[in-house]
């Protein structure tokens, strides 16, 4: 099978997994969790199902060691965002946030590699 239709699959599948997600968030109280199910679980299972069908589980080990050590850099892109975004305004503060994000990813990629 190509490379375009396993991309096609994981995006088809990602999208089936992120309503099943939004679904599941929906119905749970608070509404805050509609987020936390509706995004990166549901990509993530998408991903790793394809990976698993097209490549084999050695590829899946150096995936989920990528998705770790995003998720590292995403908690520290969320923690300080928000005292950047306050301190000096929602552009530089993104901005910042962004660079200590490709910082911790970029330390964490250099760690797996």
Do not use: N
Request: proline share 3%; hydrophobic share 65%.
């Amino acid at each position: 099978m190509s490379e375009v239709w396993w991309i096609v699959g994981r995006g088809l599948l990602g999208g089936l997994l992120v309503m099943a997600f939004a679904v599941i968030g929906e119905m749970l109280t608070p509404k805050r969790f509609a987020g936390i199910f509706a995004a990166a679980p549901a990509v993530a299972l998408a991903g790793m199902t394809v990976t698993v069908v097209q490549k084999g589980e050695h590829q899946l080990d150096e995936d989920a060691l990528g998705m770790i050590a995003g998720a590292v850099a995403l908690v520290a892109y969320c923690a300080v965002a928000v005292p950047l975004v306050r301190r000096v305004g929602a552009l530089a503060g993104s901005l910042m946030a962004l660079a200590v994000w490709a910082i911790v990813a970029g330390a964490g990629w250099a760690l797996i590699a």
